[in-house]
């Protein structure tokens, strides 16, 4: 499956953005995704999840209460909600999918979009 993530840009703090994540080339129905990211000098980090269907979603403490996923398996797409944006949001942010059950794990995954740049100014 290849993923084509969208949606990055410059925000104020306590503004928000949407990103948006396509695929395409399978069946995105068997797909759990994840959303992660990774700033300057540090590690990747987990963001949040959600389940094939939808019906389930996963959060990191960090951003839980401001940013929401969710998917339309009929437009093959994935979106991050991201409300009350602050400095620290600030990273490269990726999409990834898996077969199966989605996972808070990188190494889980083994299909990634390029990434899409958030910078949050104070």
């Known amino acids: 499956v290849q993923l084509q993530a969208s949606g990055g840009g410059l925000v104020q703090a306590g503004g928000s953005l949407r990103l948006s994540c396509a695929a395409s080339?399978?069946?995105?129905?068997?797909?759990?995704m994840g959303w992660f990211r990774q700033a300057p000098g540090k590690e990747r980090e987990f963001i949040a999840r959600?389940?094939?269907?939808?019906?389930?979603?996963y959060y990191a403490d960090s951003v839980k209460g401001r940013f929401t996923t969710s998917r339309d398996n009929a437009k093959s797409t994935v979106w991050l909600q991201m409300n009350s944006l602050r400095p620290e949001d600030t990273a490269l942010y990726y999409c990834?999918?898996?077969?199966?059950?989605?996972?808070?794990?990188?190494?889980?995954?083994?299909?990634w979009g390029q990434g899409t740049q958030v910078t949050v100014s104070s």
């Open positions: 990834a999918a898996k077969m199966g059950i989605s996972s808070a794990s990188d190494s889980a995954y083994n299909y």
């Open positions: 959600i389940s094939r269907s939808g019906g389930s979603t």
């Open positions: 080339g399978r069946t995105f129905s068997d797909y759990g």
